[in-house]
């Protein structure tokens, strides 16, 4: 289907692609991978003809539709489904010249309109603004009635409608919530034609693609499979570069250590010059530079507060005359883990301002630890910070009175080392935007963090940097993604938004999923209901189990690291006494070393049954 054949561009002097190759079978569906900034919007740019490479070339089979999402959003007062409908350009212009058609013509024309399935197309376009997020009444109003985030969705629709036969999507999941992400998920693996696709949704990658394609410093690489076998095939593959470039640097240094020991001696001196000819015909290897990611700092909060954290009775929430939610009984504990799921416009983002003390109710009560302090990092933040400020301006800021040193010391730990501490903000990208805007947020060691899209603008390994973040963060966490995986890795519970309240979700994400796409995705479904009083009972219980398991799991925790440096030192013993030269070079003080062996086993030993017994203590409650 696509073949790219020496392919060349370059960025002013940087080079993005450098004689990159690599043939796509048709019908292949592939995710195109690679840090920010290593060129994979400018492939598409080059595939579709919107760029002129320097070398090389783009073939595609002849007639071939290539489809790809409108830069713009689409407006005007058109309905959402004549919007999508009028995305098959073929259809709709053989139903124009329909109407003035007469005879042979006439008759061509329907039989063509048969053909291409122009009868159903408007409920295969419903069918598929649906799986969006767009219900029978939004299809019906005008374009221009909607957000440019819901009209690019619009233009998404519009785009899988006309199925083209290679369909270029560039983060598709971008302007979409949880819900219409799983919807894409399902849509793109059944697709029946060839799909490129630019995602750093490592659940996409494994779910909907058969291939990963890899740009790497200037080069492409194919893959089969998904992420997470690409994953394993790219560790392997550098592990064995690795090898082969030690192995090759070891020749190269004995042939020139023998080449510069008998260069001068007669009788060595044909084998010095036979060796040096097998010196210039050793190929280089590639330099493998593994760009380093930048970890997140969020700062755990010094000092716990007791149970519970925030406490909510009946409470209802919304702006001026208008209630958006209603009647919420919850409660939120100092390590609970929450992913809120639910379409956009239910509430989500509502809640988390009425949690993080943004929005005050409408009516009931909210009890807040005294001390509690909030976190808080949305997307539309981004657009808050000025771009003519810097980093450091922004954390000194955070710092009156200190010294510069220790500004941009901590500058430094968000990321922004050296020069990178005074670049604008308007020169930042997406990811250090974000990167920043989540380190200013937590940066006086919150108690809990709201996290509302996190992920927007991250590579797949700083993605990955963020998870570990989170869960070495100690306080309570409240995230809405539409990052299946973040979800998975971080939340321990599910809270789903909608209809006006927000109750648990009794299930896992691959029991959501399926309620998604079931096309009935009611709360009030989501989980049977059952007697208040029950619920009320057991959500008494499961707070004091939790409370009961803080102290248990910091135990394991400093445990865990006792255990470490035990068998640390028990390792440096060992590696002190091997092959008996202690003994004979100093008896008195390998006996003292064998001693302190011991003991380190004995004390390792018993902080491994302790380890145990606190594991079980914590499995006993049910929060382990």
């Not at 410093?217 to 998904?226: A, I, T």
């Not at 992913?339 to 416009?345: C, F, Q, R, Y």
């Not at 901590?410 to 730990?413: F, G, I, L």
């Not at 594991?615 to 006993?620: C, D, K, L, R």
């Given at each position: 289907?696509?073949h ?12 993005i692609?450098?004689?990159a190759s690599?043939?796509?079978p048709?019908g ?5 991978v ?6 994979k ?11 002129a ?12 539709r290539?489809g790809?999402?409108?830069?713009e ?7 959402l489904?004549e919007?999508?409908l ?13 109407e003035?058609?007469e005879?042979m013509?006439?008759?061509?024309i329907e039989?063509?309109?048969?053909d291409?399935g122009?009868?159903?197309?408007p409920?295969?376009a419903?069918?598929?603004?649906h ?8 299809q019906?109003?005008?374009c221009?009635s909607f957000?440019?985030?819901?009209r ?10 006309a ?7 560039d ?15 399902d ?10 696709v630019?995602s750093?949704d ?14 790497d ?10 992420y ?5 095939q790219l560790t392997?593959k ?6 082969f ?10 042939i ?6 008998f260069r001068?001696?007669?009788s060595k001196a044909r ?8 010196l210039a015909?050793?190929e280089?290897?590639?330099t ?15 000092r716990?507060?007791?149970p519970p954290l925030?406490?909510?009775?009946r ?5 001026g005359?208008?209630t958006?939610?209603?009647r919420?009984?919850?409660?939120i ?5 929450i ?7 239910n509430?989500?983002?509502t ?11 409408q009516?009931?009560?909210i009890?807040?630890s005294?001390?509690l ?7 539309h ?6 771009d ?7 954390v ?5 009175g200190?010294?510069e040193?220790k500004?941009?010391a901590?500058?430094?730990?968000f ?19 974000a990167r920043?805007l989540m380190g200013l947020a ?11 899209e ?6 797949i ?5 963020l998870?570990?973040a ?12 539409h ?11 599910l809270?789903?938004v909608g209809?006006g309240?927000?109750k ?5 994400m691959?029991?959501?999923?399926r309620?998604?796409?079931s ?10 209901e ?8 057991e959500r008494r219980?499961a ?8 102290p248990l799991?910091?135990?394991?925790h400093?445990l865990?690291i006792?255990?470490d440096?035990?068998g640390?030192a028990i390792?440096k ?12 070079e100093?008896?008195?003080k ?5 001693k302190m062996?011991a003991?380190a ?5 018993g902080?491994?049954e302790?380890w145990l017994a606190v ?6 409650l049910g929060a382990?």
């Open positions: 289907m696509l790219v054949n020496e392919l060349t561009y370059r960025i002013g002097d940087r080079l692609l450098d004689k690599v043939a796509l048709t292949s569906r592939v995710g195109l690679g840090r920010n900034g290593a060129g919007t400018t492939l598409f740019k080059l595939v579709q003809g919107e760029l490479s320097e070398g090389g070339s783009v073939a595609l089979p002849r007639g071939v290539i790809a999402v409108a830069q959003a689409p407006g005007g007062p058109e309905s489904v919007v999508v009028a995305a098959d350009v073929e259809r709709a212009a053989l139903i124009a010249e329909a003035g058609a005879g013509r006439r008759a061509e039989t063509r309109l048969v291409i122009a009868h159903a197309a409920a295969r419903a069918t598929i603004l799986g969006l997020g767009f219900d029978a009444d939004a019906a109003r005008p221009s957000s440019g985030g819901w690019m969705r619009v233009a998404l629709a519009a785009v899988l409608f199925e083209p036969d290679l369909l270029l999507l983060e598709p999941t971008n302007y979409l919530d949880l819900e219409g992400t799983l919807w894409l998920y849509y793109l693996a059944r697709y029946p034609h060839s799909v490129l630019i750093h490592r659940d996409l990658l494994d779910t909907s693609v058969d291939h990963i394609l890899h740009l410093r200037g080069k492409l690489s194919v893959y089969r499979g998904g997470t076998s690409f994953a394993k392997e550098r592990r064995l570069e690795a090898k470039a030690a192995k090759q640097e070891a020749e190269r240094k004995h020139q250590a023998f080449v510069d020991r001068a001696t007669a084998q010095a010059q036979s060796r040096l000819k097998r015909k050793l280089p290897t590639a493998l530079v593994d760009e380093e990611t930048l970890p997140f700092i969020l700062p755990s909060p010094e716990q507060l007791s925030v406490a909510l009775e409470v209802a929430a919304g702006y005359d208008r958006i939610l209603k919420l009984d919850l409660t504990l100092p390590d609970d883990r992913a809120l799921l639910g379409s956009n416009g509430g989500k983002s809640f988390c301002k009425l949690i993080g003390g943004r929005l005050d109710p009516g009931g009560e009890r807040r005294s001390k302090d909030v976190a808080y990092f949305a997307q933040q981004l657009d808050e910070l000025s003519a400020s810097t980093p450091f301006a922004a000194g800021a955070r710092m009156p200190q010294p040193a500004i941009r901590r500058c430094a730990r990321g922004f080392a050296g020069p990178k501490s005074d670049t604008p903000v308007g020169n930042l990208s997406g990811g250090e935007k920043l937590a940066f006086n060691s919150p108690h809990m963090l709201i996290l509302d996190p992920t927007n603008h991250l590579d390994d700083s993605r990955t940097a998870v570990e989170i869960n070495g963060y100690e306080g309570a966490v409240i995230i809405v993604s990052d299946r995986f973040l979800i998975e890795a971080c939340a321990d519970r809270w789903i209809d309240a927000v648990p979700f009794d299930g896992d691959d029991d959501y999923r309620f998604v796409l096309g009935d995705a009611s709360p009030a479904k989501a989980k049977p059952e007697d208040k009083a029950d619920k009320a009972e219980l707070a004091e189990r939790r409370h009961l398991a803080v799991k910091k135990k394991l400093n865990e006792r255990i440096k035990l640390t390792k013993i060992d590696g002190a006494m091997a092959g008996g030269r202690a003994f004979a100093n008896r008195a390998a006996e003292g070393l064998a062996r003991d086993a004995v004390a390792l030993s902080a491994e302790e594991s079980g203590e914590i499995e006993a382990a």
